[in-house]
């Protein structure tokens, strides 16, 4: 099925909703709400202000070709604070800390199912909703499957503790650079903030988590035939590569990434950092990790440079993202948009508004699988739907984050997803067998979450 079904490249996707929104501008009426400062010196839209304007201008079609680099401008904040991400976690990567450290957590509960599934599942989690980490773990997918082989499981469980726990760990991330970060600074919200919710919110999701692999791998078990893959040739493990060991240096570079990360939070929290300290502590990441490892000063800034190189399509694709929000905004329709979204929104409670708001990304992601290109299209328009139907900002950055993250694990448009069902052999048919009913208890798990931080007025 995977090899009839061709998903288009993300940047094809991207354009061809830049044209989309380019007719938009042309065949919506242009309208506009009344907007005032709060407070906290944030702009938020007016309630029953919107109106129809009569003078808006239409824009040529030339425009899809001169808003790109006007959107990379727009967002070069974002950008550049990606490429330093990048740049840095390779530098991480290239001194093996990473994986000897995830290869030791795997190791040490190899002969224990329930606990390689939960060690497993909770170390992707953690790392991916810190770091952002998705494409590192491609590597440890023919680790995983001999293990759980070895065990009497299959494949499918073995990429299930992969995908499961990085999915989980971006849908509640704490202080992921790729989304939460970008998300909440479209949003204007403090970066970081309203953590506390989501590191409780981890518990429940994990445990939910948990339970659809350990429950689906006891059922192999207990009988081999019953496994999704057990016909399929290409699913059946490989031979899998020696982890480098956890020695002292890279023991010192964990300790080292550990700490960047503490001082991350109390930045963040304490001090108000924003993308410019940010994106310095991840720079003086790179020097020291660099430095511990006992690089050559020419390998440091090459990997460096290849691993910034390496977010470069993510890069183009924030700045093509931020096109298709720059052209709404250009043509007058997005606060048409806005009306139109809220309008039915605004007609029902607040509960019920935030799960619309959770419907809308999740049906999104199929089309924007990047996170961070998603928080740029969505959260122009979900933050003043928000301020209209009475759902604060950091309740719409959550349903943005349980639509992109939780997604992210079943959508074919994801090249994470495609790139580990590949290497491991599992067509995505079977793979959706096995993870649709655990996207449908996720789904209402964080409807149930997002009606409750409407209740404790989650901010």
């Known amino acids: 099925m995977t090899d009839r079904f061709r998903v288009p490249h993300t940047l094809v996707l991207m354009f061809a909703m830049m044209v989309v929104a380019l007719v938009l501008t042309w065949i919506l009426p242009a309208g506009s709400f009344d907007s005032e400062l709060t407070e906290a010196g944030r702009e938020v839209v007016i309630p029953g202000t919107y109106q129809v304007l009569d003078d808006a201008p239409r824009l040529p079609p030339w425009s899809l070709l001169t808003v790109v680099p ?166 059946q493990p490989p031979a899998s590569e020696d982890q480098p060991p956890l020695d002292r240096r890279r023991m010192l570079v964990l300790l080292a990434t550990l700490g960047a990360l503490v001082l991350l939070v109390i930045g963040i929290a304490r001090y108000g950092w924003y993308l410019v300290e940010l994106g310095a502590v991840f720079l003086g990441l790179a020097i020291v990790v660099g430095l511990i490892a006992g690089m050559r000063l020419d390998k440091l800034a090459n990997t460096f440079s290849k691993g910034a190189a390496e977010l470069a399509g993510t890069a183009i694709l924030i700045g093509f993202a931020r096109s298709i929000a720059l052209l709404l905004e250009d043509g007058e329709v997005l606060h048409t948009i806005v009306h139109a979204l809220a309008t039915p929104l605004a007609a029902v409670p607040a509960e019920l508004s935030a799960v619309g708001m959770l419907g809308i990304q999740s049906l999104l992601n199929l089309f924007i699988p990047s996170g961070s290109g998603q928080a740029f299209v969505t959260m122009p328009l979900m933050a003043p739907i928000g301020d209209l139907v009475g759902v604060s900002r950091q309740i719409s950055v959550l349903a943005f984050q349980f639509g992109d993250g939780l997604m992210n694990m079943i959508v074919p448009t994801n090249p994470v997803l495609m790139g580990i069902l590949g290497l491991a052999g599992i067509p995505y048919d079977r793979w959706f067998r096995f993870i649709a009913p655990l996207i449908l208890k996720l789904l209402v798990l964080s409807a149930i979450a997002l009606v409750v931080a409407v209740w404790v007025g989650y901010q």
């Open 70 to 235: 006007r959107a990379l401008a727009d967002a070069q904040g974002i950008i550049f604070f990606v490429l330093i991400i990048g740049g840095a976690l390779a530098v991480v990567r290239a001194t093996g800390a990473i994986d000897a450290l995830l290869g030791q957590v795997i190791s040490r509960f190899g002969h224990s199912p329930g606990m390689l599934i939960f060690a497993g599942m909770f170390a992707f989690a953690v790392a991916s909703a810190t770091l952002g980490m998705a494409e590192e773990y491609i590597p440890f997918a023919a680790i995983l499957i001999a293990l759980c082989v070895s065990m009497r499981m299959d494949a499918v469980a073995a990429i299930g503790i992969m995908v499961v726990g990085y999915g989980i760990g971006y849908g509640v991330a704490l202080i992921n650079p790729f989304t939460l970060l970008i998300a909440q600074e479209v949003a204007e919200l403090q970066p970081g903030s309203g953590m506390w919710y989501r590191a409780v919110l981890i518990v429940p999701f994990l445990a939910v988590g948990f339970h659809h692999v350990w429950r689906y791998a006891r059922r192999v078990q207990a009988d081999p035939a019953a496994s999704l893959v057990a016909d399929v040739a290409s699913a």
